[in-house]
Structures are given as structure tokens and as C-alpha cells.
T-cell receptor
Framework: KQEVTQIPAALSVPEGENLVLNCSFTDSAIYNLQWFRQDPGKGLTSLLLIQSSQREQTSGRLNASLDKSSGRSTLYIAASQPGDSATYLC?????????FGTGTSLTVIP | DAGVIQSPRHEVTEMGQEVTLRCKPISGHNSLFWYRQTMMRGLELLIYFNNNVPIDDSGMPEDRFSAKMPNASFSTLKIQPSEPRDSAVYFCASILGGGGEQFFGPGTRLTVL
């Protein structure tokens, strides 16, 4: 069974810093990997989707990379802002099954 | 498109009562997923449908839980009878095609007293 791990569980950084969130998975046979953001008491908002054939995807200040062979993905956030404070989850898709990590709780301090 | 719609947004009920959660996926999406999120266990997949047919319900915790998708635009998750340990946030999500981008609804926060 696919296992997805996110480290660290929590991260606190000063505003303006660049940061990297990590996601690792145990089975490299994936269709895609998706990064989500969840604000307290809210649903999950899709940030980036990387297909298995892709190495990275970019959207604004966000860049996600995928290394299937090593079972890793990173989410890079440039010039962090207080509004980036949220929990970030990654999800691995194997066919129609989605496996979620437990998330990284990010706090950006003004 | 309005996105994935869930109702009610909040539900408070007493132990033993029947609870029905509702979901309307994004129009044209052919797969629908029900998840449960708790602090202790994180996000758990309960069941998913493909073209209105239940494909995998192995995540449904027990027989008290049932889900239906009578048509492409509507699904329900029912708990009967409800128990305090069912208290959680229940999310519905949909995708267009296998391996597509998953879109989540706002969730239903269920409290069973």
C-alpha cells in the first residue's frame, strides 16, 4: 500500500523567506501528484498537479517538483507572505486511488 | 462552475439518529470521492464512484455507513445510526477522468452528541 509522508509537520518562517515543503511516497508507480492548501475550517484548494511524466509545475510563486525514482516531491514557495499560512498537503494518485500525507502546517510571521 | 457543492455545511445530531450528507460534483466530472478528516487520523478515503458506480468502498468504517450515487450530479453519504466517534469533517471531491486534478467541496462538519 502506498504511504505518503510529509516532513516537517510544522514550519514557522519570517515573511519574505523562500521555503521548501517535502513529500515522500513509497511506491513510484503513480499517475500524478497533487499539492493542496487547506485553511483552518475550510476545504482543500488545489495548488498544482504534476503528471508522472513531468518533472515540475509552476504557478506564480509556487513551484512543485517530482522525482518518481526517489519517491519525492517538493513544493517551493518563493518570497513567503503571511497569507501563505495554511496547511499544505500532498496527494499521490495511483489510478483512481488517492493517498494523502498528513500535511505541513506553515506559519509565515509578519 | 460553482465547484463541488456539499450540504449541509454543519450538522449537529444526537447519537442514534440518521445523518445524510449530500454532494453535487462539478458538472462533467465522472469520478466522485467521499473523505473523512479528523485530527487523529487525517484525511481518509471512504468510498469512490466512477460513472455513478461504486468502485472501492473498503474505506467505509462499518455497515452503519452507506453511500449512493443515483445520477451523475448527486451523491449521498448516510450514517445510521450515528455515534459520537463519527464526529468529523466529511469532504466530497470530484475529478474529470482517471488521474485528473481533484477538486474538493467545502465539507460538512458533523458533530454527534
Amino acid at each position: 500500500k502506498q504511504e505518503v509522508t510529509q516532513i516537517p509537520a510544522a514550519l514557522s518562517v519570517p515573511e519574505g523567506e523562500n521555503l521548501v515543503l517535502n513529500c515522500s511516497f513509497t511506491d513510484s508507480a503513480i499517475y500524478n501528484l497533487q499539492w493542496f492548501r487547506q485553511d483552518p475550517g475550510k476545504g482543500l484548494t488545489s495548488l498544482l498537479l504534476i503528471q508522472s511524466s513531468q518533472r515540475e509545475q509552476t504557478s506564480g510563486r509556487l513551484n512543485a517538483s517530482l522525482d518518481k525514482s526517489s519517491g519525492r516531491s517538493t513544493l517551493y514557495i518563493a518570497a513567503s507572505q503571511p497569507g501563505d499560512s495554511a496547511t499544505y498537503l500532498c496527494a499521490v494518485c495511483t489510478g483512481n486511488q488517492f493517498y494523502f500525507g498528513t500535511g505541513t502546517s506553515l506559519t509565515v510571521i509578519p | 462552475d460553482a465547484g463541488v457543492i456539499q450540504s449541509p455545511r454543519h450538522e449537529v445530531t444526537e447519537m442514534g439518529q440518521e445523518v445524510t450528507l449530500r454532494c453535487k460534483p462539478i458538472s462533467g466530472h465522472n469520478s466522485l470521492f467521499w473523505y473523512r478528516q479528523t485530527m487523529m487520523r487525517g484525511l481518509e478515503l471512504l468510498i469512490y464512484f466512477n460513472n455513478n458506480v461504486p468502485i472501492d468502498d473498503s474505506g467505509m468504517p462499518e455497515d452503519r455507513f452507506s453511500a449512493k450515487m443515483p445520477n451523475a450530479s448527486f451523491s449521498t453519504l448516510k450514517i445510521q445510526p450515528s455515534e459520537p466517534r463519527d464526529s468529523a469533517v466529511y469532504f466530497c471531491a470530484s475529478i474529470l477522468g482517471g488521474g485528473g486534478e481533484q477538486f474538493f467541496g467545502p465539507g460538512t462538519r458533523l458533530t454527534v452528541l
